[in-house]
């Protein structure tokens, strides 16, 4: 059972357009964090949400912790070529849980 | 500031053959964990270590052996490597273990290990 699903598995646009990649559970997630991770690399964090109804704010990508801290949403504005990559999400569901990741939206942007 | 480092970057054996994957972290980290990535599969724990002279299983440790002799490096062993141990394998390390509290610290990755076992 994947506990964290996130979608579209692949999205290919056009770079100026804006997109929203999705990271949804049926599990309450005490905190989640989202990576990126380019071809040949180890994945890079971006940012940790951890109070339900978040948003944070990094340049052009909003990040959003749903209210029943059940989901998460990466929202860029804009895209560039350079957001190109695998977006992971990962998330613990207790305090002393294990790290959980889903298995990623490979995104790519179209110059 | 190297981060962490992960040796070799690549890696072909054959079924049965053993190895040793080595992750070097210059952070002084407590914290190290070793990952596969699979296609469809996403990042899975294998093992992962609070500190030195520690381990502990992760979500899937079958077949592998891990040590934290020293604080700074965290081996990853296949005493007979099969063609499902076929993957890259990740470690990283972390100032605070995250899966302990509401930390915002990161886990650092290093560029990976790509290992295939024919």
């Known amino acids: 059972t994947q506990l964290l699903e996130q979608s579209p598995q692949f999205l290919s646009i056009q770079e100026g357009e804006n997109l929203t990649v999705y990271c949804n559970s049926s599990?309450?997630?005490?905190?989640l964090q989202w990576y990126r991770q380019e071809p040949g690399e180890g994945p890079v964090l971006l940012v940790t949400v951890v109070t339900g109804g978040e948003v944070k704010k990094l340049k052009r990508l909003t990040f959003q912790f749903g209210d029943a801290r059940k989901d998460s949403s990466l929202h860029i504005t804009a895209a560039q070529p350079g957001d190109t990559g695998l977006y992971l999400c990962a998330g613990k569901k207790n305090r002393d849980d294990k790290i959980i990741f889903g298995k990623g939206t490979r995104l790519h942007i179209l110059p | 500031n190297a981060g962490v480092t992960q040796t070799p970057k690549f890696r072909v054996l054959k079924t049965g053959q053993s190895m040793t994957l080595l992750c070097a972290q210059d952070?002084?980290?407590?914290?190290m964990y070793w990952y596969r990535q699979d296609p469809g599969m996403g990042l899975r724990l294998i093992h992962y270590?609070?500190?030195?002279?520690?381990?502990a299983k992760g979500e899937v440790p079958d077949g592998y052996n891990v040590s934290r002799l020293k604080k700074q490096n965290f081996l990853l062993g296949l005493e007979s490597a099969a063609p499902s141990q076929t993957s890259v394998y990740f470690c990283?390390?972390?100032?605070?273990?995250?899966?302990?509290?509401?930390?915002?610290?990161?886990?650092?990755f290093g560029d990976g290990t790509r290992l295939s076992i024919l």
């Open positions: 952070m002084n980290h407590e914290y």
């Open positions: 599990s309450v997630f005490s905190s």
């Open positions: 990283a390390s972390s100032r605070e273990f995250w899966s302990r509290g509401d930390s915002n610290q990161p886990q650092h």
């Open positions: 270590s609070v500190g030195e002279g520690t381990t």
